[in-house]
């Protein structure tokens, strides 16, 4: 059912004309066709002439005076040679009944054909029976035009052709049979064929002859296979073949594959001659290859680049081979203490491409004749060191009284395939003295109500004698357009004057003499609210008693300690001269004896 729809829905113009295969034509015989005729006073094979006068051998009746006449014409056995619906081309004239004088009413001007099958030839003169049925009816014939006219030289005939076919059959082969029931008529030829839709290349792919339907409605679907050097891009790759032996409603298609172009009507897949190439599969012709590339063979996908071009990997192949940039141009340097604008032209050749850009190396070569080494991370770049776009670049950070050495190199999108190193502009340059580096690290030493102390340590690059540090300092709820700047020789300072509670930004900086380095990062710190003061003092007041009456103790422990140490030098004394005057005392009683 959805074949026939699609069959009757889509009514388009043939592909190519149908094949005819004869299986039988009575025209091309050169003695008696020798058909079975019945009754024998019905046909009778006679000679006679075609259109162009050519010796023909046909069957002629004509029993109009006599009534109900059966008479059968019977063909030998036709192989049908896999054909599913045959047809049958008939040449005939017809005698106009009325032109007959004194004919009966049972005149006709009409015959019957019909086909028997089998599976050999096992007709006799008796079977199969001469009657519609075993016999299949085709159909009626009627003459499109009869003949009347009669003059001495004979009938003038007129030659009528008609076309009828049958189906489905499906034995080895069948006959045909002509019925005349009172006519006078004259079978002049009788050709037998079936259609076939022709081999043919379409859309890419290779259909094989195929035999028409059983039916004059059928189609007959038909699997193509690509031709050479062709993928399929649509599946299934059909056609149909029709009951008419066309081809209809195409459905999918096969493409040449890369390296391969349609020639001649989409029937050959040809390679892509020398130094041309295509790159995918489809209806595109071969293209020649682009500027400073080749192909080394026929049915190329794409062209190989000349010694010192590129191509890369994003760049499409019908694009020009490049190659790698010259050196920038004309290079200036300004160097400010420990900073540097460096400036160029591009190169006088950008390799063929729209894809330049720029990069840094920096070499750090110190004060001596050392080799130099490649600079550290601590250097910045503006706006970045590699895949520079604009031919300018700030660079800060240096080390101060250092020897560097900047190569700017030239880059593309092929430099990468190059095996040589990029080319590049150098210049050499050597920095002054530079400010100190940022403070890193501060801390708060103590607070009040009204005060905080601070203290930092040296910057880590101190690039000479630190002269002395500046702080900045402001309420955090305010701008940093309202910060106070003090001075101080050391790296310790009490700022005083604060309010109570309040949350201040810090930051500071140190100074040589090339001037004032960066300022340190924002730190914040907090003074003492009032309650947090009274809660110190509370604190502390056991402490500061305690100090008071063990100092009273030490003092009165003191004092007594001197008073003991005099009374006892006095007794001390007062024995002395006892036992002085004890020793005279006893020497002189000695002496006296």
Same mark, same amino acid.
């Given at each position: 059912?959805?074949?026939?729809?699609?069959?009757?829905?889509?009514?388009?113009?043939?592909?190519?004309?149908?094949?005819?295969?004869?299986?039988?034509?009575? &025209?091309?015989? &050169?003695?008696?066709?020798?058909?079975?005729?019945?009754?024998?006073?019905?046909?009778?094979?006679?000679?006679?002439?075609?259109?162009?006068?050519?010796?023909?051998?046909?069957?002629?009746?004509?029993?109009?005076?006599?009534?109900?006449?059966?008479?059968?014409? +019977?063909?030998?056995?036709?192989?049908?040679?896999?054909?599913?619906?045959?047809?049958?081309?008939?040449?005939?004239?017809?005698?106009?009944?009325?032109?007959?004088?004194?004919?009966?009413?049972?005149?006709?001007?009409?015959?019957?054909?019909?086909?028997?099958?089998?599976?050999?030839?096992?007709?006799?003169?008796?079977?199969?029976?001469?009657?519609?049925?075993?016999?299949?009816?085709?159909?009626?014939?009627?003459?499109?035009?009869?003949?009347?006219?009669?003059?001495?030289?004979?009938?003038?005939?007129?030659?009528?052709?008609?076309?009828?076919?049958?189906?489905?059959?499906?034995?080895?082969?069948?006959?045909?049979?002509?019925?005349?029931?009172?006519?006078?008529?004259?079978?002049?030829?009788?050709?037998?064929?079936?259609?076939?839709?022709?081999?043919?290349?379409?859309?890419?792919?290779?259909?094989?002859?195929?035999?028409?339907?059983?039916?004059?409605?059928?189609?007959?679907?038909?699997?193509?296979?690509?031709?050479?050097?062709?993928? #399929?891009?649509?599946?299934?790759?059909?056609?149909?073949?029709?009951?008419?032996?066309?081809?209809?409603? *195409?459905?999918?298609?096969?493409?040449?594959?890369?390296?391969?172009?349609?020639?001649?009507?989409?029937?050959?897949? +040809?390679?892509? *001659?020398?130094?041309?190439?295509?790159?995918?599969?489809?209806? #595109?012709?071969?293209?020649?290859?682009?500027?400073?590339?080749?192909?080394?063979?026929?049915?190329?996908?794409?062209?190989?680049?000349?010694?010192?071009?590129?191509?890369?990997?994003?760049?499409?192949?019908?694009?020009?081979?490049?190659?790698?940039?010259?050196?920038?141009?004309?290079?200036?340097?300004?160097?400010?203490?420990?900073?540097?604008?460096?400036?160029?032209?591009?190169?006088?050749?950008?390799?063929?491409?729209?894809?330049?850009?720029?990069?840094?190396?920096?070499?750090?070569?110190?004060?001596?004749?050392?080799?130099?080494?490649?600079?550290?991370?601590?250097?910045?770049?503006?706006?970045?060191?590699?895949?520079?776009?604009?031919?300018?670049?700030?660079?800060?950070?240096?080390?101060?009284?250092?020897?560097?050495?900047?190569?700017?190199?030239?880059?593309?999108?092929?430099?990468?395939?190059?095996?040589?190193?990029?080319?590049?502009?150098?210049?050499?340059?050597?920095?002054?003295?530079?400010?100190?580096?940022?403070?890193?690290?501060?801390?708060?030493?103590?607070?009040?109500?009204?005060?905080?102390?601070?203290?930092?340590?040296?910057?880590?690059?101190?690039?000479?004698?630190?002269?002395?540090?500046?702080?900045?300092?402001? #309420?955090?709820?305010?701008?940093?357009?309202?910060?106070?700047?003090?001075?101080?020789?050391?790296?310790?300072?009490?700022?005083?004057?604060?309010?109570?509670?309040?949350?201040?930004?810090?930051?500071?900086?140190? +100074?040589?003499?090339?001037?004032?380095?960066?300022?340190?990062?924002?730190?914040?710190?907090? &003074?003492?609210?009032?309650?947090?003061?009274?809660?110190?003092?509370?604190?502390?007041?056991?402490?500061?008693?305690?100090?008071?009456?063990?100092?009273?103790?030490?003092?009165?422990?003191?004092?007594?300690?001197?008073?003991?140490?005099?009374?006892?030098?006095?007794?001390?004394?007062?024995?002395?001269?006892?036992?002085?005057?004890?020793?005279?005392?006893?020497?002189?009683?000695?002496?006296?004896?």
């Amino acid at each position: 059912m959805a074949l026939r729809r699609l069959g009757a829905a889509l009514l388009l113009l043939p592909l190519l004309a149908a094949v005819e295969e004869t299986l039988m034509d009575s &025209t091309t015989a &050169t003695a008696e066709l020798g058909w079975i005729v019945h009754p024998p006073s019905g046909w009778e094979e006679v000679s006679g002439y075609d259109e162009n006068m050519n010796t023909i051998r046909t069957y002629q009746v004509c029993n109009v005076f006599e009534s109900s006449q059966n008479n059968w014409l +019977r063909t030998k056995f036709i192989r049908r040679r896999g054909a599913h619906r045959i047809h049958v081309e008939m040449k005939f004239s017809v005698r106009d009944c009325s032109s007959i004088p004194s004919v009966p009413g049972s005149c006709k001007e009409t015959f019957n054909l019909y086909y028997y099958e089998a599976d050999f030839d096992s007709a006799t003169k008796t079977f199969p029976n001469w009657m519609e049925n075993p016999w299949v009816k085709v159909d009626t014939i009627a003459a499109d035009e009869s003949f009347s006219q009669v003059d001495l030289g004979g009938r003038v005939m007129k030659i009528n052709t008609e076309v009828r076919s049958f189906g489905p059959v499906s034995r080895s082969g069948f006959y045909l049979a002509f019925q005349d029931y009172g006519g006078c008529m004259s079978l002049i030829a009788v050709r037998v064929f079936y259609r076939k839709c022709p081999r043919i290349i379409q859309n890419g792919a290779i259909f094989q002859e195929t035999l028409s339907g059983a039916e004059s409605t059928s189609l007959v679907a038909a699997r193509g296979s690509c031709i050479a050097n062709a993928e #399929e891009v649509d599946v299934p790759i059909k056609l149909y073949c029709n009951g008419d032996g066309e081809w209809l409603v *195409p459905i999918g298609r096969c493409m040449c594959k890369a390296g391969f172009e349609a020639v001649e009507n989409g029937t050959i897949c +040809r390679g892509c *001659p020398s130094g041309t190439f295509k790159a995918n599969q489809g209806d #595109e012709a071969c293209t020649h290859c682009p500027i400073n590339s080749r192909t080394t063979s026929e049915g190329a996908t794409n062209c190989v680049c000349r010694n010192g071009y590129y191509r890369a990997d994003l760049d499409p192949l019908d694009m020009p081979c490049t190659t790698i940039p010259s050196a920038p141009q004309s290079v200036i340097s300004s160097v400010n203490e420990t900073s540097l604008m460096l400036e160029w032209t591009p190169p006088r050749d950008s390799g063929g491409r729209e894809d330049l850009v720029y990069n840094i190396i920096c070499k750090s070569c110190g004060s001596g004749r050392g080799a130099c080494t490649r600079c550290g991370d601590n250097v910045q770049y503006a706006p970045r060191q590699l895949g520079l776009t604009e031919p300018r670049i700030y660079i800060s950070d240096l080390l101060a009284h250092t020897q560097y050495t900047f190569e700017i190199q030239a880059v593309n999108g092929v430099t990468d395939q190059s095996p040589f190193s990029p080319q590049f502009a150098s210049v050499n340059i050597t920095t002054n003295q530079a400010a100190p580096s940022a403070v890193s690290i501060m801390h708060q030493v103590s607070r009040t109500v009204d005060s905080i102390t601070l203290s930092w340590s040296q910057p880590d690059q101190p690039n000479g004698v630190i002269l002395d540090y500046e702080l900045q300092y402001y #309420e955090k709820e305010l701008s940093e357009y309202n910060a106070t700047a003090i001075k101080s020789p050391t790296n310790t300072v009490t700022v005083q004057g604060l309010k109570a509670g309040a949350i201040y930004v810090f930051q500071v900086r140190a +100074r040589t003499v090339a001037g004032y380095g960066r300022y340190s990062g924002k730190m914040y710190f907090q &003074t003492m609210t009032e309650a947090e003061y009274q809660t110190s003092i509370q604190e502390k007041l056991p402490l500061i008693v305690g100090s008071s009456a063990a100092g009273l103790v030490f003092l009165i422990a003191v004092v007594v300690i001197a008073i003991v140490c005099n009374r006892r030098r006095g007794f001390e004394r007062a024995d002395s001269e006892y036992t002085d005057k004890l020793q005279h005392y006893t020497s002189g009683h000695t002496g006296a004896e």
